[in-house]
């Protein structure tokens, strides 16, 4: 299923003016969830597995995706987990493993964001593994605007839904119950790093130079001194109220996730500076200059191997949990 919006203009202006529309209401910075380090293994895809009792409780796991989606994208809405028992239909719902996220997929800006959650929850992972991040949270069916994704019918991809709601003003996620209650890999994986440090005024160290470093990879202009004081807070405060978050000045999850910049071979700038500082504290011994040239491939193919991760030299979100989450 294609869900890119396609957007027909007779006249160029007008599709300029439609782009800028666009580019104000998702901000370049947005990005999907962070997905955790994992090794090969991973959960089979979900089987059919309907509401066959009543049991109107949120479950762990539907929970936690929540969580996770309305972190990731804070302007979005939340439609509700569980329904009465007096309902009518057959529904997850009812046994509280169905979430309902808000998203009006005839707007554009909206439509986007539910694009990129569902690209990232069906995208194969670094070992070959198909809809690596729906089977490790046991999502057992997607509805959107008309469609279906059902995970006991994955070879099928998206197809037609013929239900009576087309699901235009939200998505529907139906769970498996092992992912409704946190016991897929998703929640229960070994080799999951730490998790991303908090950090807020009153930090000092390493890891608040590689944050420093990302901000000014995002337009701040701030002294790179290792202490999170005024300026940093308040460059903290700008970024997050620039991508539509909380501007709280506290650094968790979402912030970090949404400071990443992918960086490789031939790379300059800030970003760079702040891999090879994340680098040196795992003993790289890198010169922090901004270039990403050969000795700082090294350094990160190094890095990769020696956590189980495929070498190919680039510092993906993945490697930059690892090397932030290890920063002693």
């Known amino acids: 299923m294609r869900f890119a919006p396609v ?48 049991d109107p409780v949120a479950k762990p796991g539907t929970l936690g995706f929540r969580e996770l989606a309305l972190r990731t994208y804070p302007t979005t809405g939340d439609s509700g987990i569980v329904r009465a028992c007096s309902a009518a239909e057959v529904t997850e719902h009812k046994e509280g493993r169905a979430w309902d996220w808000t998203i009006n997929a005839n707007n554009s800006a909206d439509h986007a964001r539910a694009d990129e959650l569902l690209a990232w929850l069906l995208a194969t ?23 279906i994704w059902a995970s006991y019918r994955a070879s099928e991809g998206w197809r ?53 470093h990302l901000l000014n990879a995002a337009g701040q202009t701030l002294t790179v001194d290792g ?17 539509g978050a909380v501007s709280d000045g506290i650094v968790g999850m979402v912030t970090w996730s949404r400071l990443l910049r992918q960086v490789r071979t031939g790379d300059q700038g800030s970003a760079v500076r702040a891999a090879q500082v994340a680098l040196n504290a795992s003993g790289a011994g890198l010169t922090v200059d901004g270039s990403f040239g050969p000795a700082t491939q090294a350094a990160v193919t190094s890095f990769q191997s020696a956590h189980d991760r495929p070498a190919n030299g680039v510092v ?9 989450a290890g920063i002693g």
């Open 7 to 54: 957007l027909r203009r007779g006249a160029v202006t007008a599709a300029a003016a439609t782009l800028a529309v666009l580019v104000a209401a998702v901000p370049a910075a947005a990005v999907p969830p962070t997905t955790p380090v994992f090794g090969a293994t991973i959960d089979g895809h979900a089987a059919y597995d309907p509401q066959t009792t009543c």
């Open 125 to 147: 992972d670094a070992h070959g593994n198909q809809h690596a991040n729906a089977r490790r949270l046991g999502i057992m069916y997607i509805i959107f605007d008309g469609r």
């Open 160 to 212: 037609t839904y013929t239900g009576s709601n087309p699901h235009t003003d939200h998505v529907h996620f139906s769970f498996s119950r092992a992912g409704a209650l946190k016991q897929t890999t998703w929640w229960t994986a070994a080799d999951q790093p730490a998790s991303w440090p908090r950090l807020e005024r009153g930090a000092s160290g390493v890891t608040v130079q590689v944050l420093q």
């Open 227 to 243: 202490s999170f004081g005024a300026a940093t807070e308040a460059a903290v405060r700008s970024f997050q109220s620039a991508g």
């Open 316 to 324: 993906d979100p993945a490697v930059w949990q690892m090397l932030i």
